[in-house]
T-cell receptor, first 111, second 113 residues
Framework: QKEVEQNSGPLSVPEGAIASLNCTYS??????FFWYRQYSGKSPELIMS????GDKEDGRFTAQLNKASQYVSLLIRDSQPSDSATYLC???????????FGDGTTLTVKP | KAGVTQTPRYLIKTRGQQVTLSCSPI?????VSWYQQTPGQGLQFLFE???????NKGNFPGRFSGRQFSNSRSEMNVSTLELGDSALYLC????????????FGPGTRLTVT
């Protein structure tokens, strides 16, 4: 089992729809969770961080965390073609002092 | 604030050679981490430096090494290059550490022939 697993993708949604990206992790001790967006040929860009159970909203983005079920998700409302990218989930492993990244889910938003 | 910078952006080397990559973190950030990104393996953690000390190391051979200077700038060195070392090498800086919010540089694309 991978330490951080994401939807295998690719995920395709029409413009204006809600895109839902999911991530599960194996270490119950994890305390910090991050979503990064990576456009093709570019480096990852931090878009959301979440530390406690529940929802965190930032503009069109909502991160959801459920530590009991060990999953974190990212919702993108009113998806735009400019949201087309690979989304990486990262989970901190406190004993290792690092974040572990999932393989990413590629999202395509079709006009 | 200026972002994370990496030099060079592109590099072509031959098997057996060595290479040094450089990273300048965001001003005030003392943590610098290095990652290797390949299509097959995703984003793999190499190591993290904080205040000139290596705090954590990933599962890479000893050919991969790094250091950090007193101004937080960091270098990564790969000796005896292999074809499999061809990848995008990313540097990320953080105020706290590699297990919290990180800000990535544009990366160095290394091709080994």
């Amino acid at each position: 089992q991978k330490e951080v697993e994401q939807n295998s993708g690719p995920l395709s949604v029409p413009e204006g729809a809600i895109a839902s990206l999911n991530c599960t992790y194996s270490d119950r001790g994890s305390q910090s969770f991050f979503w990064y967006r990576q456009y093709s040929g570019k480096s990852p860009e931090l878009i959301m961080s979440i530390y406690s159970n529940g929802d965190k909203e930032d503009g069109r983005f909502t991160a959801q965390l459920n530590k009991a079920s060990q999953y974190v998700s990212l919702l993108i409302r009113d998806s735009q073609p400019s949201d087309s990218a690979t989304y990486l989930c990262a989970v901190n492993y406190p004993n290792a002092g690092k974040s572990t990244f999932g393989d990413g889910t590629t999202l395509t938003v079709k006009p | 604030k200026a972002g994370v910078t990496q030099t060079p952006r592109y590099l072509i080397k031959t098997r057996g050679q060595q290479v040094t990559l450089s990273c300048s973190p965001i001003s005030g950030h003392r943590s610098v981490s290095w990652y290797q990104q390949t299509p097959g393996q995703g984003l793999q953690f190499l190591f993290e430096y904080f205040s000139e000390t290596q705090r954590n190391k990933g599962n890479f051979p000893g050919r991969f090494s790094g250091r950090q200077f007193s101004n937080s700038r960091s270098e990564m060195n790969v000796s005896t290059l292999e074809l499999g070392d061809s990848a995008l090498y990313l540097c990320a800086s953080s105020l706290v550490g590699a297990d919290y919010e990180q800000y990535f540089g544009p990366g160095t694309r290394l091709t080994v022939t």
